[in-house]
């Protein structure tokens, strides 16, 4: 029996144990789900059990005063002892569900249907996690071996979708047992499900919130309009002064750090097939392209850094109307990095910049979670990369090519801490939409997702070398 | 007895009546408290005939297709049948209690505490239209009297804080029983306790909804923020454009229709005894004066036109974070008219700056509900006016002065369907928290308006001439 036939016999197991796992709301940035996300870490080092790996844990993060949700880590030793040690990342936490309304079909409720699974989570990330344990198995029956060629380890962490606040911390309080290689991170996209690709890097994260304040109460608007200044007035200059007239950020310092794209950098982007229409049909039928001028679209939400406002509210919002100058004004940001920006240079040049531009008479604060996310890079040439792409490329039939991924996960933290190169190995789809109503993953291609990971051990095993630990 | 002592024996009893008035929650922007609405009317109906009125009514408005907020009319004819015909207008619905967690006690749950009458309503409006049975009962048992020296009506409705949209319709189909000589407005405010003072002018008022979409759906800010117009940011730019740096409205033809304020227009505003700090402790300790350039904060509030938004959402408003640039944002604002500007040229100007300023890829749509409202108002010299201040003076004793209105209400309709004059006399404070938590009346400024309104109909009689009809 090879890979293939394996993978082929075993789809509808795959599947159904899958979406046992989607059942479980793991959403990590809700208390009310926080259960939720232990119950998916149980499951998870279950699964891994029941697939043979002969040593699973659930890790808890944080501390006493300020707790975390569960990781899963697991092990299998290579038979060989001089064999690379691999270490897979993924997360099982998931974004939250809300608006419920718009879903065609519970979000906690896994479906298939027209080729696709349908739940929040299928693909990410739970799907591409999944994958690991399946073509673990395609590649032990194939072969007949009982152990994998590399020493495999997985942690598969439980608030990737909040930041990963206690991940760096897990990172380094566990860096013996977690000591490897190179690592393989299954949290990205492929250029599309006939166009077979691999990140080579990732955006960082800074995350921020605006609180201004006026008066100590709502105000009527007739009463005192036109005398006070209106939070939500000052709210809308602050966040419209955010981006000048080229699309570029304002805050100070914003771009020091960012280094220019090389020329061979925008031509491996320039190779992908990009075709505007279709993008941005996958990018929710949006109605036109924006963003910073001279750089192409695949530059902006890949290579080039965004200030994105993600909430915004004060006032009244309910039904009918009410006249009134709100006390309070609100507004959720996200910054999306990349190069050497730093996240917390990033939220103190917001904070900067809403203390000199906020106007007279009303209060700002600005306040943030967690430390963020530092941007990602793994190059083309490395030999971890090259393996993947070999991977790739045996279970697709095809060339694999390179992107880059406008997103964010920990993995600046896992190669800074761990001091391993990275290579990204996934089959997500832009279309998959991830984070939004509906979230799905096409089942044929997480088959070949779990058909390129068979093949990815031995290629690891063969090329990437194995320091003496 | 004079008018003095019996306010003074039947204060517990107004006061205690009023309570169970202001503990109907007639909340006439929320459909869920329109049985409430019509209980307030059917009260006051029924407060108004144990007063003495001969003829009470509760007048349905609206049609069936488009139902409205009842209004409640009452009628006592002068003896004379020669004597001038006067009505009373008030409403008898509340603004919304939210955010009901601000209020130290229930918001229909009245309470008297540090002499003060603690209530959703206390001061508007239902203080101000209870001061009229009570007033007029005074008279009658200080002159012995059966009935008052002008043809009394009241016209109380019920859509006041909704934006009155069916009154002038009311008052077309109504206009035979409504005819009068004089309209008394009892629903503004005086410039202090200790500074008593009549309004002589209100603002207009017009009300829209922006929507913005973007995208059919939430998208992920990392996969696709930077290439993809972001619709709160597109709000925040459309709202951030709607001043100039001299705090002007920029929409096109905004100004066209505002007659500059006179000498003599500014002198009578001049003439208060203004202090800002005082001023800027009522305004709910608001930290800075602000507003258009060239205007002290009277003429900004009383005499020009502004652009509030009174609330704004879009995207994750909830706890934690969610990376989305979210398919919608959502203003409501409200424009506050002066002099000539008419509230449909102000909803079409709106509509035409959106849609030139909306950016590619953001698809706007300008929204307005109802009418609106016209301006208003009453040259001091007119004699409803003198005679409205000969009253206030006599129960204040002491020099009345003239204040104008930054707030809306329907009386440039009653004065343009009924062709009669307006004066108002009425007994509010800007300090009484109207349209926000803890909305209050002081008692002792309530009783002193009952007794202006007992020598009120005795100055309309003696000066205001008498149509025939």
Redesign the interface.
């Known amino acids: 029996m090879d890979v293939r036939d394996y993978i082929d016999q075993h789809a509808q197991e795959f599947f159904g144990s899958l979406k046992d796992w989607l059942a479980i709301p793991s959403v990590s940035?809700?208390?009310g789900h926080h259960a939720d996300v232990r119950a998916s870490a149980d499951w998870l080092a279950a699964h891994l059990r029941n697939a043979g790996f002969p040593e699973t844990e659930v890790w808890d993060t944080g501390s006493p005063g300020d707790p975390g949700q569960p990781a899963v880590f697991a092990r299998w030793p290579a038979a060989d002892a001089a064999a690379p040690a691999v270490l897979v990342y993924g997360h099982h936490d998931v974004?939250?569900a809300?608006p419920l309304s718009?879903w065609e079909s519970p979000p906690f409720e896994p479906r298939e249907r027209d080729g696709m699974l349908l739940a929040r989570g299928a693909s990410d990330d739970k799907g591409q996690v999944a994958l690991h344990p399946m073509g673990l198995r395609a590649w032990l029956a194939a072969t007949g071996q009982a152990a994998p060629p590399v020493t495999l380890m997985l942690l598969i962490e439980g608030e990737e979708e909040?930041?990963s606040p206690h991940f760096a911390d897990l990172l380094r309080s566990r860096a013996d047992r977690l000591a490897c290689d190179v690592i393989v991170v299954s949290d990205t996209?492929m250029w599309a499900a006939d166009v077979p690709s691999m990140c080579i890097g990732?955006?960082g994260?800074a995350?921020a919130e605006i609180t201004l304040r006026?008066?100590?109460?709502?105000?009527?608007?007739?009463?005192?309009?036109?005398?006070?200044?209106?939070p939500?007035?000052a709210?809308?200059?602050?966040?419209?002064?955010?981006?000048d007239g080229d699309g570029r950020v304002t805050l100070p310092g914003f771009y020091d750090r960012v280094v220019p794209l090389s020329d061979s950098e925008r031509d491996v982007l320039g190779r992908l097939p990009f075709k505007e229409n279709e993008?941005?049909a996958e990018?929710?039928?949006?109605?036109?392209?924006?963003?910073?001028a001279g750089y192409s679209?695949l530059e902006?939400?890949w290579a080039?850094?965004?200030a994105?406002?993600?909430?915004?509210?004060?006032?009244?919002?309910?039904?009918?109307?009410?006249?009134?100058?709100?006390?309070e004004?609100?507004?959720?940001l996200?910054f999306?990095l990349v190069a050497d920006q730093q996240p917390a240079e990033v939220v103190a040049a917001l904070q900067e910049y809403v203390a000199a531009a906020a106007?007279?008479?009303?209060?700002a604060t600005v306040s943030s979670?967690g430390g963020g996310v530092r941007p990602a890079f793994s190059p083309p040439a490395s030999a971890a990369v090259q393996a993947g792409k070999r991977a790739m490329e045996r279970a697709f039939g095809r060339e694999v090519l390179f992107t880059r991924?406008?997103?964010?996960g920990p993995e600046a933290d896992l190669t800074g801490i761990l001091g391993a190169p990275l290579v990204f190995v996934a089959v997500g789809l832009?279309s998959d939409?991830?984070?939004?109503?509906?979230e799905r993953a096409e089942k044929a291609l997480l088959l070949k997702g779990a058909e390129a990971i068979a093949y990815l051990w031995q290629e690891l095993a063969a090329s990437v070398t194995s320091s003496p630990r």
């Open positions: 940035a809700d208390p974004q939250p809300e718009e909040s930041g996209t990732m955006r994260l995350e006026g008066a100590d109460t709502d105000l009527h608007s007739g009463s005192f309009g036109g005398g006070v200044p209106n939500l007035h709210m809308a200059g602050l966040l419209a002064g955010l981006h993008w941005l990018a929710g039928h949006s109605r036109a392209a924006a963003g910073e679209t902006r939400i080039r850094p965004t994105e406002v993600n909430g915004m509210w004060g006032g009244h919002t309910g039904p009918g109307t009410k006249t009134i100058i709100p006390r004004a609100h507004a959720k996200s999306r106007p007279p008479g009303i209060e979670r991924e406008g997103g964010s832009d939409r991830i984070h939004a109503p509906n």
